[in-house]
């Protein structure tokens, strides 16, 4: 989290948000590793895909008064963080209960 708000602090709110967007893609990366799980060529094609997008997106417009570098890395620095938690957590939950 602190990631994210030094993220919004030094670039805009529209890049940090557009690069957290691609968390869905990341983890489905690390889908197969964590929970055995199968990627097609289909699946493949859809996360670079929504790569170009979001390099599109962010990079497209050019740079701005309030856009630096530095919070764009802090922005996939929370993605990358973010979506480690996602999957550890999903992973303890396969062991243990909701309460433990």
Same mark, same amino acid.
């Given at each position: 989290?602190?990631?994210?708000?030094?993220a919004v602090k030094l670039t805009s709110i529209i890049d940090v948000t557009v690069?957290?967007?691609s968390q869905? $893609? !990341?983890v489905m990366l690390a889908a197969p590793r964590f929970f055995g799980e199968r990627l097609g060529r289909r699946d493949v094609v859809w996360i670079l !895909? $929504? $790569?170009?997008?979001v390099t599109v997106a962010?990079? /497209?417009?050019?740079?701005? /008064?309030h856009h630096k570098l530095a919070g764009? !890395?802090? $922005?996939?620095g929370s993605l990358v963080s973010f979506s480690g938690y996602w999957l550890v957590s999903q992973?303890?939950? #396969? #062991?243990?209960g909701a309460v433990e």
């Open positions: 989290m602190a990631l994210f708000y030094s690069i957290g967007a869905p $893609a !990341l !895909l $929504a $790569a170009v997008g962010v990079i /497209g417009p050019g740079t701005t /008064g764009d !890395l802090m $922005a996939v992973r303890a939950r #396969e #062991e243990h």
